[in-house]
């Protein structure tokens, strides 16, 4: 027995000093880029093509331009699973490697979101939540870290109101229709119902609220009800297999599909895929961008997945969620290329890359010249204003492949800025900051 | 208002069965070795994921063999790696192993098959049928997946009740059941039989999977429709057959009307965020069956003597 | 040799009834609390603070409020993860709606709170055994974390659910470093720890391992099960609510009910078993374990040096996770600490045999 002891002793010896030892030192002109995924679990089949995009425009930079303007870029991976006390751990973990820390993260999950929005504050690294993350976090005076760039929550639901507003003729036709939501139990899916309650007292619709559990494999009962309560339009605000599984499930109960709006989360190939022809009319919010290859796809192949380099394999490339995974990280490049305009070309600290993000501004010849033509539309951010731009479209599945269904969308931000005050400065009264523009030297 | 309620109750009943068949799995092992196995879930998972990435570049039927095949090299695995290395253990001790089982099979299952979401096309009608439509508006609706997932349990629940009842193995797992030293005094070889009891849930669970997989696609969150056979087990009981079934037309009924009767009730009284109580309704409900009785509606006797 | 009670004698009735009656024992504990205490930050980083030893010490707790009920009073519970949420949210809703009260106060509300709550779901005990036990405790898991997501009270209607705590200050000292939140945490953990051990080894314990080797017996030899499985829950059910508000408030921050979910619960179970059933030290044992093996093989393959994609490094640590339990179950059921006191025997003779 006393072997075993000892090698429990061992064991724990090991353990102790493995967690003690620091990181391998990286080269000096190395600007190190933490990367929150999620390859495993519930929500892998929506986590792996993001991550693969992202890491993919990492490469592509590294190879065909030696890095931004000559800094290598070092990226790594960790993954959450989904799981917010994981999220935290992987951050703690990665945010001071690099020679200059963590330049920017990327949670990929409101919840982590959530929990990080404190402690970067206290570590001084900017969080890019594109597309998700709290609603009010777009307020840049009280959320000095937060970017959720192109659009929050709040935007979508509005472009998806405004969309179906404009297919009744307007939004006082709305009156005494009913809109339900189905989403997600979490923080991300509870983000929309502020705005839908605002608009449903603007414009006199009835709201519905169905609430699904992790992981989101039961929706039986809600279906039923939606079946019983005949809604005239149902939102659909989840994220890995409930979206599919509500798309079967509307199916089994009958719910025309043309009446579904998904978020932008939940409009990808892997949503609408396992219903095969029952996902056909389906509607989801376009996070700008679509499906398809584009200019980019030339320099990906050229310099990745000719030489065997891409992280996924060559026809998913064109998938809605990888080409969002290129969009993230380009954003976070050229916030890094904004930053080292005035802070030198070298690797920078996450303070200096906030700057950059908040000072980033994104022209169309711009977009052109870095190959994102038709996907995206000029961004310019401020500090009262983190979200950047706020316009979406409309796309449909058809069976085979999503299109384009609306034109260009905007946000009300004579609805959603009023509120997004109210909320931020609730926030600032709980946690007692005073709001205000940050300078960074 | 007698439409939505009918409409619901068999939706809650074709719901149970699906959940009786994950329960089933549970019962034939507590039943024959005592052990409280919660890795029937993960097994569940493997055994969905194995058809359904076979089935990929064979026909289903071949498919199908091959993993029943591989749920009973699982159902080998398990028992020469780390039950026969735990006899004697306590109940606890041997669901804590199960729990290891869980872990392991849900990382080798996407190792060896993948994490994405895959497709078992048993080739089933999706398009909802509609019965009564001149009684009630709309009709009542029944969901056709449900449908034959319900008979294909009932053929199961009788093939393993004659499996049980007239074979000499059968004979042999019942006398295991009722006592195990008893069983083995008269020569019935314990490892044997308890191999035996893991394959068969073993092809339960690859059933469950199968129609599981059918309805909603495999994926890994399979796996945690063992949370959803918990109160169906408790209900009926830990060791009765007809318990699971039962328990599970119960749970499922249950759960579903209380969702679409009770939830915007609940809701509309308390100002609650949504409803959402099917959850722990089905546990408070088997919580309720049992403080009446305790070893669930068919679970045997608990006899206690100092 | 080294672990000898030859000539320590007891002379008195205060000696004999000492927590840690032999010398070396003493020494030992009272060693380690002032390295924790006086050692540990004068070389711990922010990383080791806030994602080992914090989460450690706190799921310790966790632990111990589980082992009392689970280990020494036999009541097999899958409800952990709900009775922390009944501590996290009552210390949420206290601190906020009455924002002086001392912080200590917020923690102890939040353990009575989660006692009450405890008491209420521990009176199916009474009649319900083993792992139909263990099922319906799932009943309380399930509803609280329900609860808490919907009544919008607890949540101070916050629109999306989540919750956040502002600047915590003890005594006017604000609680804003690791390394002090460290110190806290370890001072709460000392004092519930002893105040643990005290009450397993008094009357109260005996009574709860009389119930759990055999309850029938007990009864007949008077013990009454309805104290017994009640003070129990009770007592538990604080820990663990103190465990949680702690995990809220100093390890979170914000937070949202999915923090206590299911899987919660599993953690803290597989603590004790890992740990040992029956043991205060293998709390401590097995929260190390179940914390810091996954971060452990998670960052094994860089560490040798081998590139392997993410998803094979967390596919490889849900299979080795899995196997070290089953491995560890198959070489000592009874647990870390039961090869603790194993190389203790040993160490009475050891290095001279005989």
Redesign the interface.
Known sequence: MTGKTMSGIRVGIALAGAVAVAAPALAQNEQFIPNLVY????Y??NG?PFANGIADYYRLINERDGGINGVKIVFEECDTGYATDRGVECYERLKGKGPTGAAYVIPLSTGITFALTEKTTVDKIPIISMGYGRSESRDGSVFQWNFPLLGTYWTAADIILQHIAKKEGGFDKLKGKKIALVYH?SPYG?EP?ALLQKRAQMHGFETL?????H????Q???W??I??NRPDYVLLWGW??MN??AI?EA????YPREKMYGVWWSGAE?DV??A?D?AKGYNSAALQHTAGQFKLHEDLKKYLYDKGLGAAKWEETGEILYVRGLINAMLGVEAIRTAQERFGKKPLTGEQVRWGLENLDISADRIKQLGFEGELRPIKVSCADHEGTRTGRIQTWDGKKWNIASDWLTSDDSVIAPMVKEAAAKYAAEKKLTPGCLVTN | MLG?VL??LI??LM?GVLYSLVALGFVLIFKASGV?NFAQGAMVLFAALSLARLSEFMPLVLAFAFSVLIMIALAYAIEF??LR??VN?????L???T??????????G??LWG???Y?IGLGLP???I?ILESVFPGGL?I?P?ELIAAIICAVMVLVLAVFFQVTRVGRALRAVADDHQAAQSVGIPLNQIWLMVWAVSGLVALVAGMMWGA???V????S??A??A??V??LGG?TSIPGAIVGGLIIGAG??LA??LLAPVLIRT???????????FA??L??AF??VR???LFGER?I??? | MFYREVGQFKTSYDADEAIFPIAQDRWSVIVLIAFASLGVPLFAGQYLYTEVLIPVLILSIAAIGLNIL?GYCGQ?SLGSGGFMAVGAYAAYNLALRLPETNIILVFLFAGVMAMLVGLLFGL?SL??????LA??T??SQ??L??AF????WFTNYAPS?SVAVGRIELFGIPIDTPGKTYIFVLAITVVLTLAAKNLVRGRIGRMWMAIRD?D??AE?IGIRPLHAKLSAFAVSSFYIGVAGALWAFLRLGSWEPLAFD?NRS?QV??MI?IGG?GTLLGSFLGAAFIVLVPIFLNQLPSWLGIAMST??I?????????????LF??AE?HGLARLWAIGKEKLRLWPFPY
């Open positions: 390859r495993t679990g519930a892998a089949p792996v139990d509870k119902i609220f169905l609430p699904v559990t992981p989101g494999v039961e039986k009962a809600t039923l009800q079946r019983q890995g297999v599919s599984t079967k199916v089994a109960v009958g892997p895929r396992p095969e029952g | 939505p409409e619901t939706g809650g719901t409280f790696l780390v290395h735990l253990q306590e109940g606890i001790i669901f804590m192993a729990l290891g089982i869980a872990y392991f099979l849900e990382g080798f996407q190792t994490s994405d979401i497709k999706t398009n909802p509609f609706l969901d997946v309805k909603l696609g994926q890994f969150s399979l945690l429709i949370l959803k918990l109160p087990l408790i830990l759960e579903k969702e679409v308390f100002d609650l965020a949504g409803g959402g109580i099917e959850n722990w546990y408070v088997a919580l049992l403080l305790p070893q669930g608990i206690e003597r100092v | 689970t097999l199916p009649r319900i055994k083993g792992f139909y099922v319906a799932l009943a399930f509803f974390e329900w997501a919907r009544v919008k659910g055999m029938i017996a007949i299911v599993f179970l597989f078993i059933l998803a094979m967390s596919h490889i640590e849900f299979m080795l996770f899995g196997a070290m339990i089953v179950l198959i059921p």
